[in-house]
């Protein structure tokens, strides 16, 4: 199992923290670093100041949203990164939820999410293959765009720039069953949310063929104090759980509840929306938190590892550590 570093996105502003890390993470034999993004910081710009400090680490978005730019723009930056790292880009891409996508984005959220995600990729790999101009007549995606509103004067077009990789990865963000077993079928692999691994049987039983790459988040940290450890994670959920979406429709606390927390994930949402977020973090599981997550004595996270290591994922993506976390998760993940 490979090991990863996940940065995520700034908060206020960038963290001083996160480019020593990517250092740090790289002298260790870690895989990879990844950046995400949200309705702040983009995940490209920050992998590009990586890039230009590091030499070998593999560069991931975890994920790039699909609604903030059209799938030929994604490509651009994707291959043009790749290009100047060396040939390191991971691109991860993800829908996200009718929230952001329209309160953000200013878009429509997909009535077919699956067939959107399908020709957005497809597209992608288009430009990367660079054998013809892109033409995609799709519900979604159009190219040439031939819609009522426009000029009909578009011109199918191939990419000026010859990608360095015609085979550069994408893995995509999925969390239903039916969006996992499509991810199987045209991505080289997956972001799952909240993985637990004792429970694989949330996610479906799509069988992965042997390259492809699984790569979950986990918040890990070592420390003495479990409850007080988790307490980030539990943080992260009440935000996602309670605020990441709208009351009639979360993906992520529709996750939870399929995973056996439903009651919990409902007083969550209401707490969240009701303007009590320290409650919504409080009422966050123990159980939960800690079944995604590594925290605790070096000791209890190399025994909880090795349920990570039996399952399918093949990538450990180290979400929020500190220096000696990342250490120790190298000294026994070796």
């Given at each position: ?142 190219h040439p765009y031939r819609g009522a509103d426009g000029t009909g004067l578009g ?180």
């Amino acid at each position: 199992m490979r090991l990863g570093l996940a940065l995520g996105y700034w908060g206020r502003g960038p963290s001083a923290d996160h480019l020593p890390l990517a250092l740090e993470a790289e002298r260790l034999g870690y895989d990879s670093v990844w950046t995400a993004e949200s309705w702040g910081s983009d995940a490209f710009t920050p992998l590009t100041w990586i890039a230009a400090q590091t030499s070998t680490i593999k560069l991931g978005t975890a994920v790039a949203q699909m609604a903030a730019r059209s799938p030929t723009t994604t490509a651009m930056h994707a291959l043009t990164l790749d290009h100047l790292s060396g040939g390191r880009v991971l691109l991860g891409l993800g829908l996200s939820g009718p929230q952001v996508v329209e309160g953000w984005y200013g878009r429509p959220f997909p009535k077919s999410p699956l067939t959107a995600t399908r020709e957005y990729v497809e597209v992608v790999r288009q430009v990367l293959r660079r054998e013809a101009p892109v033409e995609m007549d799709g519900r979604f995606h159009a190219h040439p765009y031939r819609g009522a509103d426009g000029t009909g004067l578009g011109k199918a077009l191939k990419s000026i720039t010859h990608p360095l990789r015609s085979d550069l990865p994408v893995l995509l963000g999925a969390e239903g069953p039916k969006n996992v077993a499509q991810t199987a079928a045209i991505a080289d692999g997956w972001l799952p949310l909240y993985w637990s691994p004792s429970r694989p049987e949330v996610y479906g039983t799509t069988a992965f063929r042997d390259d492809f790459i699984v790569a979950p988040m986990a918040q890990v940290k070592v420390c003495d104090d479990v409850a007080e450890g988790l307490l980030p994670v539990k943080m992260m959920l009440g935000f996602y759980i309670g605020g990441m979406g709208h009351a009639a429709r979360n993906f992520h606390a529709d996750l939870m509840a399929r995973m056996g927390y439903e009651q919990e994930a409902r007083r969550i949402q209401e707490l969240f929306l009701a303007g009590r977020r320290e409650e919504a973090v409080l009422a966050v599981p123990d159980a939960f938190a800690d079944e995604i997550s590594l925290v605790g004595p070096r000791e209890r996270i190399a025994e909880r590892l090795e349920l990570w290591r039996k399952g399918p994922v093949t990538d450990l993506l180290a979400l929020a550590p500190d220096a000696h976390t990342l250490r120790v998760l190298a000294e026994l993940n070796s």
